[in-house]
């Protein structure tokens, strides 16, 4: 045999060896994830590159992996950030399949390097880089981890939904307005992204889709089950993260550790409370920008969770029935400031139903629902609210700031919550005449409450000391008061820092 | 120093032989056109040039370094196995001539290629740094690309041991303590001098006076940086504390007032000030005041310090060039040194297995300030002794002591934190690293090369 013909048939019979050996790697593979043989799986969407490291470097990812995540240390502890995020997407490419090491970099990221930062736009920055390094890298290769949609639902509640960070506002704020350009800076509207029809709507489609990894179905799926939520704010996108996590769970139930499903469960509840207490957006026409509402929408799925939660968590179960109580007293407080009267009695009986020999207001033992009217128990949460029964001066300016807060509802055209506030306010006033003992009126007793509400709203339409020109005149159009006639002088002279010597 | 510069040559066309020169010319450059291209920053421009800096220098002083090895090795030992040395020898040239013949085309072509790298970082640098916006562009140039000198306030060593002394005594004249515990009462009644000094109390100020020196007359107009660092007592829910810094004197300079800002513990921060808020006398006034629940301690080494432009980024990053220039060269003398009594790959070995134990000082470190190789007895409280610590400790000592002669200069970290590397700094880096240490290894090579009886070297081909 000619060393040519050798040399063509040996060619050959490697061709055939690879493409057979191909076919059995592909089972090998899917009996080696079945059977639970090793932890490394093949990767897949992976780029060129990562996929050539990852199979090259063999076992020594994991000791070069080391070496950078020391360095990383080293790093972080001489307050050098500025290759944190290299560092991570080597580290985390080194060892793509393994969670932790997308956990811990992410935590890393979003916690203990945005803090470091004095100035905002560098912490949320950190911040972004955590959600991202999680979204957009670790359920890539990944996306069958609850673990990962666990703590980019973590990050989302708690780091940019809590208040604990000084900067928490600003991360709301920097997130909703990235929101709203998905949304064309109105409110959330999921079906014109669910049927898109106009160029305009296509390509913010695209922007959820590609750059926030969002999609609009399971959005939709996510506000029908726990909505209707606020998609410009970060609990929502909590929530949405969790159900992946739970929609990830139940297609490898094999696989599902208990205690994962619990915490994804949490990430779900804590969420809806919060938005429950401030899951809407409300646009400040004073300040042009937002203020966070209560979303009373939500609180049937919020109670619905509550029962949920309550059935599954059988140890946490007295803990639970006290989170619920103590939701369903703010909501039915929340439902009466906002003249929902109809519901908050509603809410107050399933209140009193649910928990008939519990006290209504903290420190009155004798508070029982069967004791109290829903008008006694929001005046009583009121006063609760400001922790003790006031003297004159006190009680007054409470009911004044109020009441200068009903006015700038007005004017948001918030009416409804402007009237509630005032009839609640209302009966403050008449509840803590009532405590007054009669030989005592003149003294301690408070000035009649149009007097109290004429000042409020004269303080307010002081031209020199009340609100800007042009919300003075929308309060004045709306309650009908005569139009201003003498000119306004310009307060808003901004404060010098540095001053001459 | 014809001799010289004819060796030198030698070299130069070695190295093109080898096509070495070609080689890392080409890798250099590769790096530094390629890694801007792999690299993740932190979003930020200052992010961007801060890695690219530190990257790229890295790269180039790892290449260089690798490749100064492999020729000051490989120019000398293979000269010697090749028999091409015994041909040189019989000129009339000293042995010394022909070591630090190499030496210097070694360092000539490191110069060049130092040059040629370094030039490419350089105009990378400003080509993108131009091309950012203004606001980007002033930042950099406020804090990255330039030369940043640090005011400190005076020292207090004087003042803590005297009153250290003084309540030393007082404490000896109430309660007499054995000779054993004097060091450690003297220690603790030191930190509680310094901790007066250190510790800012819960609704507190402390003022720091920062004498700007002579640099106070070319700082009109421009603005300062103020760094500052402190720990904290107790932990906050928000991992961040309060605290408002106030510059200037009322009635006697301008002043300024930041706002309340949010600071993480134990790491830098560096608040910009606006310039001219120091008084004639060139002193900066920093008041720092606390409105948290919970003491803060500002450290007397690093807890605050004054940053003040001092120079232009382009001598300063020349300078930082220099330093790892000198580095070359010690490489170059340790990889000529190994090579003049070994084989080339031997050589090769015994110059990386140094570098391995520079790269190992921090353990070096450890070991000699836990006194011994033993492991930690948790019982005793303190690290067991092995019967060779009393040889192994002087020892890492003497080479730790080595070792930083080399290891104290970072010109890298220096360049990408924008902080100035004096001109003493880089003379202190020649004198230290060339000539000491350089010198060690250059008079060991030359006293063994010029005993070394050259016929009897073994070619391996």
């Known amino acids: 045999m000619s060393a040519k013909l050798k040399k063509s048939l040996l060619l050959l019979l490697s061709a055939l060896l690879l493409v057979g050996v191909s076919q059995v790697q592909r089972s090998l593979n899917v009996d080696r994830d079945k059977l639970g043989f090793t932890r490394v799986a093949p990767l897949e969407n992976a780029p060129p590159v990562l996929a050539f490291t990852t199979v090259a470097l ?13 360095r990383a240390t080293d790093l972080q502890e001489n307050d050098k950030f500025f290759e944190m995020a290299q ?71 708690h780091k940019m939904g809590q208040n604990l960070d000084d900067a928490s506002l600003y991360y709301k704020q920097m997130w909703a307005d990235e929101m709203a350009v998905v949304f064309a800076k109105k409110a959330p509207n999921l079906d014109e992204l669910l049927h898109p029809q106009t160029p305009d709507q296509f390509q913010r489609l695209n922007l959820l889709t590609n750059k926030y990894k969002m999609d609009p179905k399971l959005m939709k799926e996510a506000d029908d089950l726990y909505g209707p939520l606020e998609w410009r704010l970060p609990e929502s996108s909590a929530i949405y993260w969790a159900h992946l996590g739970l929609r990830a769970a139940k297609e490898r139930p094999a696989k599902v550790n208990k205690e994962d499903l619990i915490t994804l469960h949490r990430v779900i509840y ?51 029935h006290n989170a619920h109580r103590n939701f369903l007293r703010d909501a039915v407080y929340y439902l009466y400031l906002h003249d929902r009267m109809k519901d908050a009695q509603k809410w107050f009986e399933y209140l009193s139903k649910e928990y008939p020999n519990k006290p209504l207001v903290d420190g009155k033992p004798d508070s029982l629902p069967k004791t109290l009217t829903l008008d006694q128990f929001c005046v009583a949460r009121a006063i609760e609210n400001t922790k003790s029964f006031m003297g004159k001066d006190e009680a007054e300016a409470f009911i004044e700031g109020q009441l200068r807060t009903s006015f700038i509802r007005i004017i948001e055209d918030r009416d409804a919550e402007a009237k509630a506030t005032e009839r609640l306010m209302e009966q403050f006033h008449a509840y803590h005449q009532s405590q007054v003992p009669k030989e005592r009126a003149g003294p301690i007793g408070l000035r009649p409450f149009k007097d109290l509400q004429r000042q409020a709203l004269n303080s307010l339409l002081d031209p020199e000391k009340g609100l800007r020109p042009e919300p003075r005149a929308i309060l004045r159009s709306k309650l009908g008061l005569p139009a201003e006639t003498a000119p306004a002088r310009n307060t808003n002279s901004a404060p010098q820092k540095v001053t001459s010597r | 120093m014809q001799r010289l510069l004819a060796i030198a040559w030698l070299t130069w066309k070695a190295a093109l032989r080898f096509r070495l020169f070609i080689v890392v010319a080409a890798l250099l450059l590769l790096s530094v056109i390629g890694l801007p291209l792999l690299l993740k920053d932190d979003g930020t421009a200052r992010g961007f040039t801060q890695i690219l800096l530190t990257y790229t220098l890295s790269t180039i002083t790892g290449l260089l370094g690798l490749s100064t090895l492999w020729l000051s090795c490989g120019t000398l030992a293979r000269d010697i196995e090749d028999c091409q040395m015994q041909v040189v020898a019989v000129k009339p ?99 509680q001098v310094k901790a007066d000094l250190q510790v800012v109390p819960p609704g507190y100020s402390r003022p720091w006076q920062i004498e700007l020196g ?104 020349a300078r930082g060039i220099g330093v790892i220039f000198c580095w070359m060269g010690l490489l170059a003398a340790i990889g000529l040194a190994a090579a003049t009594f070994l084989s080339f790959p031997v050589a090769a070995f015994f110059a990386m297995g140094i570098l391995v134990l520079v790269s190992s000082s921090n353990l070096l470190a450890s070991t000699i300030e836990e006194g011994g190789l033993g492991n930690y007895n948790a019982e005793k409280g303190g690290h067991t002794n092995t019967p060779v610590d009393w040889l192994v400790i002087p020892v890492f000592k003497g080479a730790l002591n080595l070792i930083n002669l080399a290891k104290e200069f970072s010109p890298i970290d220096n360049l990408s934190t924008g902080r100035s590397i004096p001109w003493s700094q880089l003379g202190r880096a020649f004198a230290q690293v060339v000539l000491l240490l350089g010198g060690i290894f250059a008079l060991g090579g030359v006293f063994i090369f010029s005993r070394r009886e050259l016929a009897t070297a073994q070619g391996t081909h």
């Not at chain 1, 880089?129 to 359920?139: Q, S």
């Not at chain 2, 406020?142 to 009153?163: F, H, P, T």
């Open chain 1, 58 to 70: 063999g076992g020594f990812r994991g000791i070069i992996s080391n070496i950078l995540w020391m």
């Open chain 1, 87 to 157: 560092l991570a997407q080597w580290i985390t490419q080194l060892e793509p399949h393994f969670v932790q090491v997308w956990l811990v970099q992410a935590w890393n990221m979003a916690y203990n390097i945005s803090v470091k930062f004095k100035d905002w736009p560098d912490r949320w920055r950190w911040v972004k880089g955590g959600v991202e390094l999680l979204r957009d890298e670790g359920l890539r290769y990944n996306p069958n981890e609850m673990l990962i949609y666990r703590e980019l639902g973590w990050i989302f509640q």
């Open chain 1, 270 to 320: 804590q969420s809806m409370q919060m938005s429950f207490k401030r899951g809407a957006l409300i646009p400040n026409a004073l300040e042009k920008n937002f203020d966070f509402g209560p979303n009373l929408d939500i609180i049937p799925r919020v109670n619905d969770a509550y029962v949920q939660a309550a059935e599954e968590e059988v140890q946490m179960r007295d803990n639970i």
């Open chain 2, 93 to 191: 040239v000293a042995r010394w001539q022909i070591w630090l013949g190499k030496w210097l085309g070694i360092m000539s072509l490191n110069a060049v290629l130092l040059a040629l790298s370094g030039i490419s970082v350089y105009g990378l640098l400003l080509w993108r740094a131009n091309k950012l916006p203004p606001g980007e562009q002033a930042i950099l140039r406020n804090e990255v690309l330039v030369a940043r000198g640090s005011a400190k306030e005076r020292s207090y060593d004087k003042e803590i041991q005297d009153e250290t002394s003084r309540r030393l005594r007082e404490r000896l004249e109430k309660n007499p303590i054995s000779t054993a515990d004097f060091k450690e009462v003297e220690k603790q009644i030191r930190e």
């Open chain 2, 214 to 317: 002579i640099a106070k007359n070319w700082l009109h107009a421009r603005p300062l940086q103020v760094r500052l660092k402190f720990n904290a007592a107790d932990r906050s829910t928000s991992g961040t504390f309060y605290g408002i810094v106030r510059v200037g004197v009322p009635q006697k300079t301008k002043l300024y007032q930041s706002d309340t800002l949010s600071l993480a513990p134990d790491t830098f921060h560096e608040i910009p000030i606006p310039p001219d808020l120091y008084d004639d006398q060139g002193i900066l006034t920093v008041t720092f005041l606390n409105p948290n629940n919970t003491a803060l301690l500002f450290t007397l080494d690093e807890g605050m310090e004054v940053l003040y432009p001092e120079g232009g980024f382009g001598l300063n990053f």
